[in-house]
Nanobody
């Protein structure tokens, strides 16, 4: 089973950018659909962005659409989340997730459908 490790979090001013990485080990991430979720203090974990196994389909929550971009580099066994125009409400712990799938074009937005999770990386946006 693939193991996931996130990196790239930190503190950034509002309007700034960060790029999160999710590196996979012990497996080929190319066999998985992937997603990013986040959880702010006192709130439930929410879907942020999803990417099909093929990399050809994406999905975003309305709150990040147009600002965030999910992508993958299967040669590096890594999924990325480019976050631009950050807002204070983007402050949260960000988690990447992966699900082995036979369907190349499926994008998964439901957290309970993912079987593999990283430990999370903190993103703090100061206003």
């Amino acid at each position: 089973q693939v193991q996931l490790v996130e990196s790239g979090g930190g503190v950034v001013q509002a309007g700034g950018s960060l790029r999160l990485s999710c590196a996979a080990s012990d497996g080929n991430l190319g066999s998985y659909a992937a997603g990013w979720f986040r959880q702010a203090p006192g709130k439930e974990r929410e879907f942020v962005a999803g990417l099909s196994k093929s990399g050809g389909r994406t999905s975003y929550s309305d709150s990040v659409k147009g600002r965030f971009t999910i992508s993958r580099d299967d040669a590096k066994n890594t999924v990325f989340l480019q976050m631009n125009s950050l807002k204070s409400e983007d402050t949260a712990i960000y988690y990447c997730a992966a699900r082995a799938t036979a369907f190349g074009t499926s994008v998964i937005e439901v957290a309970t459908m993912y079987g593999r999770w990283g430990q999370g990386t903190q993103v703090t946006v100061s206003s």
